[in-house]
């Protein structure tokens, strides 16, 4: 009786720490768990008149390289712009200060993502709480927009029609009328 119950109990505590395993690998996999922590770096603002799909957590790049991530994303009521909260990596010290942002897609149906290109400026650099302005921002292309703006074109296309008369069809003519 004893050794079925010791049985049962190690088969409990090994089902737990299965169930345990699988819990923290999924949240391992999704990206859940940095919700979890605060992202150490450096926060920086950037507007845009359109963020597209860009959702919290999406990736900042340099150069195809991940510096950082989309930590907020709230609405302007002034001038109705999306600012986009990014974290960047306390290492990266001179993104300089007319860097542009731009939103891309990875593949054509991938997640939306930031991407930066450094301005000329050597002599100032980003630093924490500064924006950059809608002017410095290239909007996300969303493909639906796209798609409606291309087929609206194809409609008001006029068949084309080219001045000249159709050419007379041929007529048999009888002998003897």
Not at 1 to 6: N, P
Not at 60 to 88: D, K, M
Request: net charge neutral; charged share 20%; hydrophobic share 40%.
């Amino acid at each position: 009786m004893i050794k079925m119950r010791t049985v049962e109990i190690t088969v409990g505590l090994f089902l737990i720490a299965g169930i345990l395993s699988l819990l923290m690998l999924s949240l391992q996999v999704s990206g859940l768990s940095h919700f979890l922590r605060e992202e150490p770096g450096y926060k920086i603002k950037a507007d845009f008149a359109n963020i597209g799909g860009l959702k919290i957590r999406g990736r900042v790049t340099l150069a195809g390289v991940v510096i950082g991530r989309v930590s907020h994303i709230e609405l302007e009521p002034q001038s109705f712009n999306a600012t986009v909260t990014l974290t960047i990596n306390p290492k990266v010290t001179y993104l300089p200060l007319d860097t542009r942002a731009s939103i891309q897609t990875a593949g054509l149906l991938g997640d939306n993502y930031i991407s930066l290109t450094p301005g000329f400026d050597q002599h100032a650099f980003l630093k924490e709480g500064d924006v950059i302005p809608a002017e410095n921002t290239d909007s996300a292309i969303v493909l639906e927009n796209l798609v409606s703006q291309f087929l609206a074109g194809q409609a008001s296309k006029e068949p084309p029609s080219s001045g000249a008369a159709a050419p007379p069809s041929p007529v048999k003519r009888e002998k003897g009328n």
